[in-house]
Nanobody, 119 residues
């Protein structure tokens, strides 16, 4: 089992910055990929940024150059630094991780944190 707890969301003006944190606990050594997703009202959940098991990062085109995903050395916390925020970045942001078991891979999700960007 893996537990993911997000924090750092809030209300910010356009052009501002926020830093989201995702604290992972439990079987964190079994986490392969981990990343940030978001879901705006009336829209599907979409990938924002992810760290792959090999260490590479990938980003949605809409956030490239503005958002940076990173993790601490213990790999128990993943961050999303969001700069130059736009009103269209408003959404609930979720941390998601793929956890590898002996014969399967299972996705785990945090409860989400609201990010609201005012114009």
């Amino acid at each position: 089992q893996v537990q993911l707890v997000e924090s750092g969301g809030g209300l910010v003006q356009a052009g501002g910055s926020l830093r989201l944190s995702c604290a992972a606990s439990g079987s964190t050594s079994s986490i392969s990929n981990i990343g940030w997703y978001r879901q705006a009202p009336g829209k599907q959940r979409e990938l924002v940024a992810a760290l792959r098991s090999g260490g590479s990062a990938n980003y949605a085109d809409s956030v490239k150059g503005r958002f940076t995903i990173s993790r601490d050395n213990t790999k128990s916390t993943v961050y999303l630094q969001m700069n130059s925020l736009k009103p269209e970045d408003t959404a609930v942001y979720y941390c998601g991780a793929d956890v590898v078991f002996e014969t399967s891979v299972r996705a785990y999700w945090g409860q989400g944190t609201q990010v609201t960007v005012s114009s």
